[in-house]
């Protein structure tokens, strides 16, 4: 009977933490701190899921889900180009979005979610600095995938980002390697 309530205990902080992070990332408050707190707390329940792995191939330009160390499916990427490479190391996902805004990190103009939006459908974040973010994303420019195009992030056909969003969740461990 505990063990039910506490794995309800902790979805139910879970949520609350993926919640709450969503909103702090949409209003530009998205910190490393929170980002600490949510891993923690979904690390405790990863032991009762099949465990799971991105790793980004940059030279390859693909990303390879595993699951259990095994090759689940591999994927096409666009990744950073020359002065806003990817940083290769080992992340975790820290935010999922489905039919992302973006800002122009540099006009600051807000593109809603839909065919113009360059984000796609899906976002999932692995890296922040506190203000800018770095994450898998869709694109509505897809003849670039398989190049060096972007401000840092991973560039994914739609129907791809749409197939990897069901299969990752936030705390999924995501290797970039040169």
Request: net charge negative.
């Amino acid at each position: 009977m505990s063990r039910d309530y506490s794995f309800a205990q902790s979805f139910m902080w879970m949520s609350f933490a993926t919640v709450s992070l969503m909103v702090a990332s949409q209003m530009g408050a998205f910190s490393a701190l929170t980002a600490n707190a949510l891993n923690a707390l979904s690390s405790s329940n990863q032991a009762e899921v099949k465990q799971s792995q991105l790793v980004v191939d940059l030279g390859d330009r693909k990303v390879y889900l595993y699951a259990d160390g095994n090759t689940q499916v591999g994927y096409d990427i666009a990744v950073g180009k020359a002065g806003w490479e990817t940083p290769p190391g080992k992340f975790s996902i820290l935010n999922m979005q489905l039919n992302p805004t973006w800002q122009h990190p540099f006009t600051g103009d807000v593109i809603p979610t839909g065919t113009g939006n360059p984000l796609g459908s899906r976002w999932i974040g692995f890296w922040t600095d506190g203000t800018h973010q770095i994450g898998f994303h869709g694109t509505n420019q897809t003849d670039l995938i398989g190049q060096a195009v972007s401000h840092g992030c991973i560039r994914m056909r739609d129907k791809d980002i749409q197939a990897l969003y069901e299969q990752v969740a936030i705390g999924t461990v995501v290797v970039v390697q040169p």
